[in-house]
């Protein structure tokens, strides 16, 4: 009888609950008079959820062919704006960045105070700016970028020998010499933040504390990259029917612990006399101390999810790319050859030497996008954008997987085409809307700058260490190209979003060879045989630094970027936005836009060679780390990241796709979270360069 009573008193509730949602849906039809975004019809209680699919930045970027650039969505109580394409996103962060600069919160991650401590989740205010002050100045800014280039240059020679280790390992079993790429990308990015944080190697194999850290942030990508009900049905909140926040807290809580044991000894360390040239992020958090003395482990925790995995996911995918691209490749190889030569390592100095290494990562960013609706902002109060009507709360979602897919946008938007941003002015720094992988605005992510090194050092270093081949059976044409969704604050969305971009440039460069080719020469041209890729290097890489444009714009991380919140009513293009509007920016959609790219869907580097187009958040068309405000923090270390990383990859190893992989094959599908990875992880044949 009590097991009855129970299951009648949760059906009660939850049709009550219903029932008051189902009031709230009708009123919310009838509410306003005023114009809002067209959008499909919805069901009751539940709204547009249905729509969003298993991929919702591609179910999404279909709904534009009917209902035009922005689309309105009610996702369960939850009134939603998606952003998809450049002109849209440029109308959003130059003119109403201010208005939608709050974010939503997932359910998850509220869990333990999570949110507190997270820059890209805290909502705009005086707290946010403090946070936003602190990482730009004392971990974001370019003089500490550059002062730490050999702690990246170490990180990256350390993933070499353990992809040689593996490479060796796997043949002594009677193996191809096979490797999984993914794997090492996110190590190298997750040790990275380790080491640029916290000055600690947490993946030595005597730190027990890093090792249970590995695992626990692991769990809290997992269980962050789930959906959610709870975060459309409010009344759910409280019920956690999914388990979701429970195992959030409980993963999350394993991480604060081992973080709070790193600030205590710090703290011990500091009451000793620690050398003041020796500081780090970790010493600037206690030095602020925030309001109290949990901050630091509030604020550092965030920082390491954050950062990890969204390099390695750009990272994957642009080797992914490369693979399937043999052209790209064995361009990428000649400059990596022509710059750094046989003899040397590629180096964090050398990028801005290899141009096409740059327009691969860009490429890369342009398609494989780590975040793909970005973080959503909402509306903090009624505005009026683009015509429409948009109430306070509204979220909103910027599809950059959609804008870098975008025909308006881009020439054959879905080819990884490096090239297109070879002499191109394009940078996904948030200037430029159509390649804005990062977000823009107040709200961009402030972690680019350190991203873009990242991946392009990691890259250069991959391919200029190895040849690449596919394993057996695979090849460019029948490659997995699946998208599967993940998670990416530092340590989860900076080493996730970072690998991410290089796999999906290297699968790029597989599937293109002609793209490899280019990026080998120029490599070997600028590099020469006898040396490794430098992060200097990169300035001389246009063709590198075109192919990671092609990447961001191909694939953002983050294709909806973190949703925007609407903080009150305003008018966005002809249309009225209610407050607390969710908008989402598919850049995903924006840079695979006809409208704004030339043959948007081929990976074509060359689109950026002569182009001024960037991924800083002012070219709308290309901006995988958004803009304006909430453009991602990190961007300017992001791109040296996958830029070094990239160059690195490809300077040392000549890369072969396994057995019965071609190009043609090769599965590009991807698998959705926050941050979209290559559902197959990228599986190659590294064979070290003979120049």
Not at 175 to 190: D, P, Q, T
Request: charged residues 25%; contains cysteine.
């Amino acid at each position: 009888m009590e097991g009855t009573w129970n299951k009648l008193t949760w059906l009660s509730v939850f049709l009550s609950a219903a029932f008051l949602l189902l009031v709230r849906w009708r009123k919310g039809r009838n509410g306003s008079t005023r114009r809002q975004p067209p959008g499909p019809p919805g069901w009751p209680v539940i709204g547009n959820m249905l729509d969003l699919g298993a991929m919702p930045h591609q179910s999404l970027c279909s709904l534009r062919i009917k209902y035009g650039p922005v689309v309105w969505l009610r996702l369960g109580s939850v009134n939603t704006m998606v952003i998809q394409s450049a002109k849209a996103a440029a109308e959003l962060f130059k003119n109403h960045d201010l208005p939608f600069s709050d974010r939503k919160v997932p359910v998850s991650f509220t869990a333990l105070d999570y949110n507190q401590g997270a820059l890209s989740l805290n909502n705009y205010g005086p707290y946010w700016r403090t946070l936003r002050r602190l990482y730009s100045t004392q971990l974001m800014v370019n003089k500490r970028i550059n002062d730490t280039a050999a702690l990246r240059q170490k990180c990256v020679d350390n993933m070499i020998k353990w992809i040689e280790e593996d490479a060796r390992g796997s043949l002594a079993r009677g193996g191809s010499g096979e490797v999984k790429i993914s794997h090492f990308l996110f190590l190298m990015s997750f040790s990275l933040l380790g080491n640029l944080m916290l000055s600690r190697d947490l993946l030595d194999s005597q730190s027990e504390e890093g090792h249970e850290f590995f695992g626990a942030t692991n769990k809290v990508m997992e269980w962050g990259g789930k959906p959610n009900v709870a975060d459309f049905l409010p009344f759910l909140k409280w019920l956690d029917p999914l388990g979701i926040k429970r195992n959030m807290v409980r993963d999350m809580g394993r991480a604060m612990k081992v973080i709070e044991g790193f600030v205590k000894e710090r703290m011990q360390e500091r009451q000793l006399g620690r050398d003041k040239a020796e500081q780090d992020f970790l010493d600037a958090l206690l030095d602020y101390r925030g309001e109290g003395k949990e901050e630091p482990d509030k604020i550092s925790e965030p920082c390491h999810i954050a950062g990890s995995d969204t390099t390695s996911s750009t990272m994957e995918w642009t080797m992914a790319e490369l693979l399937r691209n043999p052209n790209s490749m064995r361009k990428l190889k000649e400059e990596l050859d022509h710059v750094i030569g046989p003899n040397r390592k590629v180096e964090e100095s050398d990028i801005n030497e290899l141009p096409y290494l740059q327009a691969i990562v860009k490429e890369a960013f342009r398609l494989h996008p780590a975040a793909p609706l970005l973080l959503p902002r909402n509306a903090v109060q009624d505005t009026d954008y683009m015509g429409y009507f948009i109430p306070k709360d509204t979220q909103v979602f910027v599809n950059v997987w959609a804008i870098g897919r975008d025909q308006d946008s881009w020439d054959d938007p879905l080819s990884f085409k490096p090239e297109r941003f070879l002499g191109s002015n394009i940078e996904y720094k948030g200037q430029h809307y159509e390649l804005i992988p990062f977000g823009s605005g107040r709200r961009i992510c402030v972690g680019y700058s350190l991203a873009h090194r990242v991946v392009q050092l990691g890259l250069a270093t991959l391919l200029h260490s190895f040849d690449w081949e596919l394993v057996c059976n695979v090849t460019p044409e029948n490659m997995d190209m699946t998208e599967r969704m993940g998670i990416t604050e530092m340590f989860l969305a900076g080493s996730d979003t970072t690998s991410s971009t290089m796999e999906w440039t290297m699968a790029e460069l597989l599937r293109n060879p002609n793209s490899m080719r280019k990026l080998k020469e120029e490599l070997d041209h600028v590099i020469g045989p006898n040396r490794k890729v430098e992060e200097s290097d990169i300035n001389e890489l246009p063709y590198l630094q075109a192919i990671v444009k092609e990447a961001f714009r191909l694939h953002p991380a983050a294709p909806l970027l973190l949703p925007r919140n609407a903080v009150q009513d305003t008018d966005y293009m002809g249309y009225f936005i209610p407050k607390d509007t969710q908008v989402f920016v598919n850049v995903w959609a924006i840079g695979r836009d006809q409208d704004s790219w030339d043959d948007p869907l081929s990976f074509k580097p060359e689109r950026f060679l002569g182009s001024n187009i960037e991924y800083k958040g002012q070219h709308y068309e290309l901006i995988p780390f958004g803009s304006g405000r909430r453009i991602c923090v990190g961007y300017s270390l992001a791109h040296r990241v996958v830029q070094l990383g990239l160059a690195t990859l490809l300077h040392s190893f000549d890369w072969e796709l396994v057995c019965n992989v071609t190009p043609e094959n090769m599965d590009m599908t991807e698998r959705m979270g926050i941050t979209v990875r290559k559902l197959v992880p990228l599986t190659a044949i590294p064979k070290r360069r003979t120049v």
